[in-house]
């Protein structure tokens, strides 16, 4: 009995023991307790005084209650109050609380739309409530159409973000200039709009890239776009086709508000003021004169101090026609460190006539690089040997394309050349083949000489001339020149041919690089079918240009003359041409699927450009 009594209280001091270290143990490994699943959700409006879609009110302030604290981010330019008002509302987000309010007496019998866009979000995590609106009216009835489409850049097709799409229910073509529009609404990064809450009626539609925000086209520098039509809200009921079973359909009727495909193609008018945007003498024979925008005609120059009746410059102007280069040749001029000029340039008056403007400028040259040697001079023994300057070609290249010009730039302007100290070779092996050859200047760039021949494809040449064949207008003169280069050959290069359906007249068709810039163009024909040949290998994108007055090139609109910007159609996919490759494109562009080639090839826009 002893023995099993001893047992059991061993039995007993053994389970107690477990037990009490399970117990230290457990308290010992607390771990990280788990906080459950983050909140991804937005904030959900509650309720709000007055309530949403009231009628009749009359008050200074609107408050809308949330689930969730919440916090509003850059709301003076996200919030779209629609009519616009003279005065901001003032918004404040208290805890839970959204509070708006009016600075300025509300419009009787109308319909008002709050548009927060993304502003609104939850304190904690950020998520965002978007797209969030809310709508009252001061009469008694709400108006409820709507429409909605897209705004993209003209020229690219990019969807363009932040910029106001306007209705206006004053018919007139001067109310765009004139007004504030009676709707309006502001594209999202995806360049989507919806302006809500419109009455029955019509409407003319304009977008506007609004940089003064007083929401009408009042600045030369906004971009713009217009809807070429009146428009007229609707509800329109659509249908749509649901499975439930492998062998049965159910048909579900759904009302949308109509349009709700706008597309608006945003473009900045050809009407900037023509100025001078910089003017600059980094060196004493040379003056530099940049313009915003192209020159109509030449630049005219007249030196008013010093005077001389000589001409005492060379004209070059690049190939836009909008930077001017006097290089200076008269050594009166090119010593004296105040140089007065008058300038003579066409500009448009208010009547958008074309008129002559003078501008007095004074060329200033500060010589710094002679003001640090004298510094320096002081602390060396020895005078430095100058270098001998000598005229030195620029540009020179050892492979030309098939059909390119092999072209020599200098940089300064030449005032002779001797032909005979010249020599123009082919190499064939060994043996040089001399050729009869012209050196002719560029008609534009006054400083690059074009070696003009009937360039043989895949073949080698040798252009040579001795010291002192060309000399520039300082008395410079060029060393020896021994330069050899060759010809691309065919298995360089690819081929695109096109087989373009339901063409019409005036489509200009564009090969575009990687930047999107026109590499080559040329007008389709009748039939539809046309070859480009020898195109470097590469990325590209194709696109049409409804090249309305065969400029060869595309143009922006005019708001006056009711133009809009000549339409563009792209190919939906880029090409990648590869060397000694054949492509062939058969192309439907009436298929042309814009919001596609916008969701594949254009970035989401982040606003102005």
Request: proline share 5%.
């Amino acid at each position: 009995m002893e023995k099993l009594l001893e047992k059991n209280r061993a039995t007993i001091l053994l389970s107690a023991i477990s037990f009490l270290f399970y117990v230290l143990w457990s308290c010992a490994s607390t771990g990280s307790p788990s906080g459950g699943p983050k909140d991804e959700t937005p904030p959900v409006m509650l309720k709000s005084t007055p309530p949403l879609n009231s009628l009749n009110f009359q008050g200074k302030e609107i408050t809308i209650y949330f689930d969730e604290i919440i916090q509003v981010k850059d709301i003076f330019q996200k919030l779209v109050v629609s009519p616009p008002m003279n005065k901001r509302p003032i918004v404040t987000a208290r805890g839970k609380n959204l509070i708006i309010r009016f600075e300025e007496d509300l419009q009787p019998n109308t319909t008002y739309t709050l548009d927060f866009a993304d502003a609104v979000s939850d304190n904690n995590e950020g998520n965002i409530l978007d797209n969030f609106r809310f709508s009252f009216s001061t009469g008694t009835d709400i108006d409820s159409l709507a429409i909605s489409g897209i705004v993209v850049d003209a020229a690219d097709l990019a969807p363009v973000a932040g910029v106001f799409v306007l209705a206006y229910n004053n018919l007139s073509d001067t109310a765009f200039t004139t007004q504030v529009p009676v709707r309006l609404a502001k594209t999202d990064q995806s360049g989507f709009f919806s302006i809500q809450n419109l009455a029955e009626g019509q409407y003319k539609i304009y977008a506007l890239e609004d940089v003064n925000r007083n929401y009408y086209y009042d600045q030369p520098g906004e971009r713009i776009a217009w809807h070429n039509e009146l428009i007229t809200p609707l509800i329109e009921y659509r249908e749509r086709i649901d499975s439930i079973a492998p062998d049965s359909v159910h048909v579900f009727e759904y009302h949308v508000f109509v349009p709700d495909s706008m597309k608006l193609f945003l473009f900045k008018e050809d009407n900037e003021p023509q100025y001078i945007k910089d003017r600059k003498r980094q060196s004493r024979n040379k003056l530099d004169f940049v313009f915003n925008r192209p020159l109509k005609e030449r630049l005219h120059i007249k030196a008013v101090k010093p005077v001389t009746e000589n001409e005492w410059f060379v004209y070059e102007r690049n190939m836009l026609n909008d930077s001017i280069s006097l290089w200076i040749t008269d050594s009166t001029f090119i010593m004296s460190d105040s140089l007065f000029v008058s300038i003579s340039y066409h500009v448009k008056d208010s009547l958008k006539q074309f008129v002559i403007k003078t501008d007095t400028l004074n060329a200033y040259f500060f010589d710094l690089a002679s003001a640090t040697s004298q510094r320096r001079r002081g602390s060396k023994d020895e005078a430095e040997k100058p270098e001998i300057e000598t005229l030195k070609p620029e540009t020179l290249k050892r492979t030309l394309e098939i059909f390119a010009d092999f072209d020599i730039s200098f940089p300064t302007p030449i005032s002779n050349y001797d032909l005979s100290m010249m020599k123009l070779e082919q190499q064939v092996d060994t043996i040089r083949k001399p050729l009869e050859f012209q050196f002719i200047r560029d008609s534009l760039r006054v400083r690059r000489y074009i070696i003009n021949y009937p360039w043989e494809i895949g073949q080698k040449y040798v252009f040579t001339a001795d010291s002192a064949a060309i000399t520039d207008i300082y008395g410079l003169k060029t060393d020896a020149i021994n330069h050899s280069f060759n010809i691309k050959t065919t298995d360089s290069y690819g081929i695109i041919i096109f087989d373009i359906l339901n063409t019409q007249e005036n489509w200009l068709l564009q090969i575009l690089n990687r930047q999107e810039k026109p590499v080559r163009n040329a007008y389709i024909p009748a039939n539809g079918k046309i070859i480009f040949r020898f195109l470097p290998p590469g990325d590209y994108f194709l696109r049409i240009v409804e090249d309305v007055n065969r400029n060869g090139e595309w143009d922006t609109g005019n708001l006056s003359e009711n133009i809009q910007p000549e339409r563009i159609i792209y190919y939906p996919e880029s090409v990648n041409v590869r060397a000694n490759w054949d492509i062939n494109i058969e192309w439907n562009p009436k298929e042309f699927d814009m919001y596609d080639f916008i969701s594949r090839h254009r970035k989401k826009s982040s606003g102005r450009r």
